[in-house]
């Protein structure tokens, strides 16, 4: 049973950062292409970032592009989305999900598996 476990965010004021990881088990995740999403009040769930496992790549969307990075430990099966310069306009909860496939996706529908999700609140 694949399971993603999400842990970090929380409250913190515009211009500052936060960092998410989420941790995998339950399955070998070499050749998987991991993705960050968010979902705002009120509005559909959105790409945010996806990195490839091997080799890696990582691609944004242009609302976090020079703001947010995607990182991964192969050995922990765990990544990491590092959040710096955020707005209020960046306030959802985010959820890390993976795919069964190598090559970096933007739709929720590609991936099978998701992480619980977890609050982040910019305070302006």
């Known amino acids: 049973q694949v399971q993603l476990l999400q842990s970090g965010g929380g409250l913190v004021q515009a211009g500052g950062s936060l960092n998410l990881s989420c941790l995998a088990s339950?399955?070998?995740?070499?050749?998987?292409?991991m993705a960050w999403f968010r979902q705002a009040p009120g509005k559909e769930r959105a790409f945010v970032g996806a990195?490839?496992?091997?080799?890696?790549?990582?691609h944004f969307s242009d609302s976090v592009a020079g703001r947010f990075t995607i990182s991964r430990d192969n050995a922990k099966n765990t990544a990491y989305l590092q959040m710096n310069s955020l707005k209020p306009e960046d306030t959802a909860i985010y959820y890390c999900?993976?795919?069964?496939?190598?090559?970096?996706?933007?739709?929720?529908?590609?991936?099978?598996?998701w992480g619980q999700g977890t609050q982040v609140t910019v305070s302006s």
């Open positions: 990195i490839s496992w091997t080799p890696r790549r990582a």
């Open positions: 339950g399955g070998t995740f070499s050749s998987s292409a």
């Open positions: 999900a993976v795919r069964n496939g190598r090559d970096l996706r933007m739709t929720i529908f590609e991936y099978s598996y």
